[in-house]
């Protein structure tokens, strides 16, 4: 492994805490005396990171966000990952939103041998209906995401495989203390490719729990766990068996800091538990929004 792969984490990682240090220090310190805050200042809405799309949230019109993470590699998925991706949500009517994303990255392949390189990644779009106050501090969601192969599966940044995803979600809102959230998903995946294996396309299942703890007026903790059961079916021998057919689970936690009026800046990190998610993973972004 080259050494700027070895200083990509770090350097995700110092943004990450960079951008806490900055985040809580600019609430902590002593504001001037101004006028009152206009009721529709800093309403951008808290947003998950692991399941973004799922998150049972509307936007308030549009969102706009430039990301950037880092992914180490795992048994399921063998190659370290850099990646560039941009995400867009939009609510055409009061409780529809529709969105996706796509990115480019690089990769470095932890096995000798193994094609690694620079590409595209898969292009996802979603729509989902919110249903606020569906009961008592509750809303509820409902949708559906479309995954288009447009990554580069032979450098390992997709796995050639359209799939759909039908979900349902949830949030609860324990007073202003903590916002507890959740989803499942069913999703149907075609048959892949990763670098050069072949993969067989089998039914999986997503389980996720969140929990958002706005500690003021801008800044919140996010905390999340997702569970996913493996997408492709076992086909190939070892050491190549455990590409894309292991569960991933991952636990996250993160910080949203609603700078300014109409911006946010975002970091995650997470951990792998099982060998079908990244070991470790990191996330930056800045979101515009209104």
């Known amino acids: ?35 009152a805050t206009p009721a529709g200042s800093f309403n951008i809405t808290d947003r998950l990171f692991l399941s973004f799309m799922q998150d049972a949230a509307l936007v308030k019109s549009q969102w706009w966000e430039a990301q950037i993470s880092y992914a180490d590699s795992s048994a399921g998925t063998p190659v370290d990952s850099l990646i560039l991706r941009g995400v867009v949500a939009f609510r055409p009517v009061k409780t529809l939103e529709v969105g996706g994303n796509f990115g480019m990255g ?19 779009a979603y729509a989902k209906w919110v249903f606020p106050d569906g009961a008592p501090n509750t809303d509820f969601t409902a949708g559906m995401i479309f995954t288009i192969p ?18 349902g979600g949830v949030r609860y809102r324990l007073g202003k203390a903590v916002i507890f959230g959740g989803h499942f998903g069913i999703s149907l995946n075609g048959d892949g490719q990763f670098q050069t294996h072949e993969l067989k396309g089998q039914t999986s299942y997503d389980l996720a729990f969140s929990a958002v703890f706005p ?18 079916d076992k086909t190939n021998p070892s050491p190549y068996s455990s590409i894309g057919t292991d569960s991933a689970t991952q636990v996250l ?25 990244p070991d470790f993973s990191a996330f930056v972004s800045y979101v515009y929004s209104f």
């Open 106 to 124: 690089t990769t470095d392949a932890s096995r000798s041998g193994e094609p690694d390189g620079t590409g595209a990644t898969d292009l996802q």
């Open 215 to 232: 500690l003021a007026n801008q800044v919140s903790i996010v905390t999340e766990v997702l569970s996913q059961s493996p997408r492709f």
């Open 253 to 277: 936690g993160g910080v949203n800091w609603r700078a300014f009026d109409r911006s946010m800046f975002r970091g995650s990190i997470a951990f792998g538990l099982t060998d079908g998610a």
């Open 1 to 35: 492994m080259s050494v700027l792969s070895r200083l990509r984490p770090l350097l995700l990682l110092a943004a990450i805490v960079a951008l806490a240090t900055t985040a809580f220090g600019a609430d902590a310190a002593p504001a001037p005396a101004k006028p």
């Open 150 to 167: 447009t990554g580069d599966d032979y450098v390992g940044l997709g796995f050639n495989s359209f799939a759909w995803q039908a979900f």
